[in-house]
């Protein structure tokens, strides 16, 4: 698989780390809000929101939160691709959030692993709207610390696995009742010493996944989903694999807000490479979350 494929399939995985985060404000067309406050909410006081925009970066102290994301991609270097990512997170304290994030591959061409790697992710909340991340993790360059999820399955032979992290930090703005913004901006670094034509040992790019979330009910939230995802050493042509995604996200709460049921639809990369087409890289997934 080229450098260029390789980063079109994780294009729009790290977009949808930004489902989950919200700071919560008050009055929406005049009407008071009196569900509790995002810093509230992250303290352990008063239920956990149904409303998508609404809900804080980090879960409550002791929530449990677990779920999976099925993906189908055509890929028209490698033919049809499914996988599943298996992702946990869990609220430690009240500003420490810790996960896990296992993406296999149930359908590939040819003889691929179905292992993509294993990514162990932490927040750690400086405010109820920002907290710093730390993703550490072992898997293959280009795919690191938990970016891994969502979106985009990883199809790669497991000997190329190496050790990778990401720093950034989680933001939301909640504008009002109904809409809010999301970003997760990070640098990424994978020890990997095929990657760049300087022969560095480590891979490096910068990632800024963007969301921005409607509410349109109580159960039924919709985003759209875009970002800014370099290649190795901070490129951002499409040649040398960099990626503009553009999907829509639906998401469906139910079970008193204890269930997300949702579907991602839209284009990996907007940014192709020579001989790729921007309509190669549709894709559709699904996903289903539970709080514990």
Known sequence: MTKSSKGMWLGASALFLAVGTAEAQDDFGGQANTQPSAADIAMGGGAYP??????????QPGMLEVG???????????????????????????????????????????????????????????????SLRLDVGYGHAGLPAGLVTSVAPTFFDLEGMTLGFRLGAAFKHRFNEQLAVTADPGLVFQLDGAFGDSGAETFQALWVPLALWYQATSNVAVAVNTGILSAHEFKFSGDDG????????????????????????????????????????????VFGTYRL
């Open 242 to 285: 960099a990626q503009l995604p553009l999907f829509l996200t639906g998401q469906f709460t139910t079970l008193e807000g204890h269930l997300d049921v949702g579907a991602n639809l839209g284009l990996a990369n907007l940014t192709t490479g020579e001989g790729q087409d921007v309509g190669d890289t549709l894709f559709l997934g």
């Open 68 to 130: 999976g994301d099925l993906n189908v991609f055509k890929a028209p270097d490698l033919g049809d691709l499914v996988g599943f990512t298996l992702r946990a997170d869990y609220g430690a304290t009240d500003k420490l959030q810790v996960g896990l994030r296992l993406p296999l591959a149930l359908a590939t061409p040819g003889n691929l692993e179905s292992l993509g790697g294993v990514w162990v992710n932490g927040l750690y909340a400086l405010h109820e709207m920002v």
């Open 50 to 59: 149904a409303e998508e925009v609404a809900r804080p970066i980090n879960l």
